[in-house]
DNA sequence: CAACTGCGAAAAATCGATTTACTCATTTGG
DNA sequence: CCAAATGAGTAAATCGATTTTTCGCAGTTG
């Protein structure tokens, strides 16, 4: 029989024991480096450790503890590229100081947000990456407070009384798309928007108008907000470009702003069904970066989040709070990256070719 | 003192039974729903467990079973759509069943899919859904063989002696996309894939490949293949344009059809290098939908996924396998739906417009 | 030489549940 | 009417670790 049997149990701290002839609580010690054991005693576990193919049970391990060495991390969603990314930096995290991460999915629902921390408490977990659906005032972060949670919160956040709180700096991002657009001339700039209790909504939105006003105190900006689902954004932006406002030839937005990633896709779609190019017939950039955004044609200009250090940061702030970290909670902004791509042109340049609504 | 107060720890179920007046066992069985209780009793605990908001410790609940509620699972990355909605669908399931949903991201590494399953199987988890980096002949698999794990393949997989798998049909919908692309007029097509070594690449060449030559068998089909990493494809795409086969004008193939969402990617960008249109210079065909593919200009041609399906199947079989399921390994296949959209048109079509190379 | 100090390791308590084994009653059957 | 069977509940063992307490023994000190 060459190689171990493996369908039975797999060996306990006691096997260990028994076989290195001391007791499980030196082995113990031994595998969590406490240097108060002899020399000898400590090779005859390591040589059971590796006879038995012996690994400390985490489940086990972290029943005795106060703190569990789990980490809880709930997002919106899963679906997009900035999420994923998310979980993958959360999760790599996580595991280098030796946690386990469980991920879910609030789908964005503020309800199941909450029902998803209670498991995570049950848990005990040691601590949670929170990407609220709207803002830092909603039910899961309530809940985390009423039950003593510690925890950081992270994306549509601005700051918080009792969290650490790290998100993109979506103001000055704003800020410079405001100073790109305007520069390129355009005096008639349309901002839509999804999730309107957002708590970046907000900050997008007035980050890029101050900029602007101060810019070009002439500028018109409209704005298309819709709450979180898709559907209503796109017939309130039929709406807006059908009618009034946005819609006559000569009075028409010679850009738009999207402020969310969805909203970018709402726009591309009803420019599709009106046939407008960009950038000739309309200027386009988006908030969140994507990477498909970048072989097409035109190429989607949009605003990078830097996703690795809001992870980074989230984590570090996490750990601080669960090593015992006091003081006040900070709110932390990361800089964006604003990448201009080819569907931003200037007004009046190109032959505005279609217009028509080709139904 | 309205409300509880929340710093202290959580009540145990040795609280739930002092104030209920009974012991823990008594509890235990009412939270399990034993009815061998009498209704009197159960009425007490029910009261003290919701005077002292217990909660029974998924922890500790699992400590003393054989079989924990967790389940694994393993994704070659987060960062697309498929496995983003993969692993949404998974976590609905499992937590549909009372299991706990671990995730975690392979990064497109066998080695860390090996480690992970390392770290999963001393968590001890019911089972693992496997989406493998190349194939279900990896070390992954290889590990949960050898340690009696019960789990899933998914996606790049094929059929196993040791385990279910459930994949997307990719041989079946890659003949739809032949006899769609050989409908149309086309008898030179390229076909590129990333993942050389994954399960599904096969299935999809071939199933591709044969109807084809079926249906007209003069066609000519190139092929372009790379392991794993985007940048060799780019280089090798690249190459193929500017040289031999696929670079001079009038030989150039009329459509690519890429076997993964990547290669659609690296092929758009290949194609904007050269300034070619889609379909009018070229059509194109990617394996796996995208929400983007349908608003760009031209929307572009997919085979999409059945991920709830999969995720759906691969859940069923999992868990007939942990409530001891016998027999002999199953191998599903899902069946996907092709939705032909502009980026795919007749050859000689259009005006050949491009063609230079626009260094 | 008794008392003291300390080191290293073993024994025992603990974490929070589940499950087994066992104890009383109360019924039922012969 | 007594024995066997059933019902309802509890004490204790268990899961696999960690942590606290206790203990034995060697070497110092007064």
Redesign the interface.
């Known amino acids: 029989m060459a190689?171990r049997q493996?369908?039975q149990r797999?060996p306990s701290i006691h096997d260990v024991a028994s076989h290195a002839g001391v007791s499980a609580a030196t082995v113990s010690k031994v595998m969590a480096g406490v240097t108060t054991v002899k020399p000898e005693n400590a090779q005859r576990v390591f040589d059971a450790v590796e006879l038995l193919g012996y690994?400390?049970?985490?489940?086990?391990s972290?029943?005795r503890r106060a703190k569990?060495r789990i980490i809880g991390a709930i997002m919106p969603?899963?679906?997009?590229?900035f999420?994923?990314?998310m979980?993958?930096q959360l999760?790599s995290l996580a595991e280098q100081r030796g946690y386990?991460?469980?991920?879910?999915?609030s789908?964005e629902s503020e309800a199941r947000e909450k029902e998803i921390l209670?498991?995570m408490?049950?848990?005990?977990v040691a601590g949670v990456v929170l990407a609220p659906v709207r803002n830092e005032h909603g039910p899961a972060a309530e809940f985390m407070k009423?039950?003593?949670m510690t925890g950081v919160l992270i994306d549509r956040v601005l700051s918080d009384d009792a969290f650490d709180t790290v998100s993109a700096d979506s103001a000055a991002a704003s800020a410079e798309v405001a100073r790109e657009l305007i520069g390129k001339g355009h005096r008639h700039i349309l901002v839509v928007g999804l999730g309107e209790q957002a708590a970046t909504v907000r900050a997008r939105l007035d980050g890029f108008r101050g900029t602007a006003l101060a810019l070009a105190p002439d500028v018109r900006i409209d704005v298309v907000l819709a709450e979180s689902d898709v559907e209503p954004l796109r017939a309130q932006l039929r709406d807006y470009f059908d009618q009034g406002e946005g819609g006559s030839r000569g009075n028409r937005p010679t850009a738009v702003y999207s402020l969310f990633l969805k909203g970018t896709?709402v726009a591309?779609?009803e420019f599709?069904r009106r046939g407008w190019?960009c950038p000739n017939d309309i200027s386009l950039v988006g908030f969140d970066d994507?990477?498909?955004?970048?072989?097409?044609?035109p190429?989607i200009a949009a605003v990078v989040q830097p996703v690795r250090q809001i992870a980074g940061h989230a984590m570090e702030a996490l750990f601080a709070r669960i090593e015992g970290g006091e003081g006040p909670p900070r709110a932390r902004l990361e800089p964006c990256q604003v990448l201009m791509r080819e569907s931003v042109g200037s007004p009046g340049n190109g032959p505005h070719s279609g217009g028509g609504n080709r139904q």
Chains 1, 2 share one sequence.
Not at 100 to 105: D, K, R
Request: no cysteine; aromatic share 10%; charged share 30%.
């Open positions: 190689h493996a369908q797999r690994r400390v049970d985490p489940l086990a972290d029943m569990r969603e899963f679906e997009s590229e999420f994923g990314q979980v993958t999760e386990t991460l469980v991920a879910a999915s789908r209670e498991r408490h049950d848990w005990r009423a039950n003593g896709l591309l779609s599709r190019h994507a990477e498909w955004m970048q072989v097409t044609w190429a």
